[in-house]
């Protein structure tokens, strides 16, 4: 897919672009997105606190800002993997447990990888289709056409799929008949209809169902990956062993074990490296009492 000319026009920019600039960019964006939006900022602090209720103030508001500049460094960084290869790749990001992804994909029945909005999840997507196996990535359709456009370039670029979330789980099912391999961010808060509620730092978050159905009905390897920034400014992507898909025959028990089971892996890596989590998501914005209303 040929980029638009503004896509290439940005494209060469952020190339000529010297990293430290970026970081300093990144830096007074993430501030101005801290103090301007009281909403958000309140929103994270918030969560912060009922996460991590043995934190101070100040620990709390470090955490805010650190995870707000981490997330604005990422989307500048993007589209810098377009620069990298087989030959380069080490100056970006270490990857380990590679052997389980590649172990999971020789099973032939597809892959479900599971992550979160956390460090940066495009590096890792990257990682993978530079060093093994192209994965397909499924995000929701950005609100901006420049960005949406843009982002599908850098992945497709890379080799790496692109799924939408509306209307997927048809073609989900289809590409792990085929054996491929799909990754998926399942750390965002979803309408009762579409979730189960389980355990997130000790509170109750409904959490998408689609992967521990696709999991059920498919028989894929299920896996964590997580890309986390290190403090030399390097990536470090940890792809975790197969977790086993607890199958009993009782579905709706089935499907909230295993998102439980997910959700979990998600915190414990979270609660390693808060600073690198989007804090400012309403997480439990969707409460126990309206699946009671619908029930």
Not at 109 to 120: C, D, E, R
Not at 133 to 149: K, T
Not at 262 to 286: A, C, F, G, N, S
Request: aromatic fraction near 8%; hydrophobic fraction near 45%; proline fraction near 4%.
């Amino acid at each position: 897919m040929e980029p638009k000319k503004t896509i290439k026009i940005a494209i060469v920019a952020n190339r000529l672009t010297p990293h430290w600039v970026k970081r300093s960019v990144a830096f007074v964006l993430s501030r101005l997105i801290y103090y301007l939006p009281l909403k958000h900022r309140l929103i994270a602090i918030h969560n912060l606190t009922r996460a991590f209720p043995e934190k101070s103030l100040d620990e709390i508001i470090g955490i805010v800002k650190a995870s707000t500049a981490n997330f604005v460094l990422s989307m500048l960084e993007f589209p810098d993997l377009l620069n990298v290869n087989k030959a380069n790749i080490h100056r970006l990001v270490s990857v380990r447990g590679l052997e389980h992804y590649e172990a999971a994909c020789r099973e032939g029945k597809g892959v479900l990888l599971f992550s979160a909005h956390f460090g940066s999840w495009e590096v890792g997507n990257a990682a993978l289709a530079i060093l093994s196996r192209p994965p397909v990535f499924m995000a929701r359709i950005l609100d901006s056409v420049f960005l949406e456009e843009g982002s599908t370039y850098v992945r497709a670029t890379l080799g790496i799929g692109n799924i939408h979330k509306e209307n997927a789980m048809r073609p989900l099912l289809r590409l792990l008949k085929k054996g491929e391999a799909v990754k998926l961010l399942i750390d965002q808060n979803v309408a009762v209809y579409e979730g189960v509620f389980v355990d997130y730092f000790g509170r109750a978050a409904c959490t998408t169902t689609g992967i521990a159905l696709l999991a059920l009905h498919t028989g894929a390897a299920v896996l964590p990956i997580f890309t986390t920034r290190m403090p030399d400014g390097k990536y470090l992507t940890e792809i975790g062993p197969k977790v086993e898909t607890v199958n009993t025959g009782d579905r709706d028990r089935d499907v909230l074990v295993n998102t439980q089971n997910y959700t979990k892996v998600i915190e414990d890596h979270v609660r390693k490296y808060p600073h690198q989590w989007l804090w400012m998501h309403q997480r439990w914005k969707t409460k126990p009492c309206q699946a009671e209303r619908n029930s």
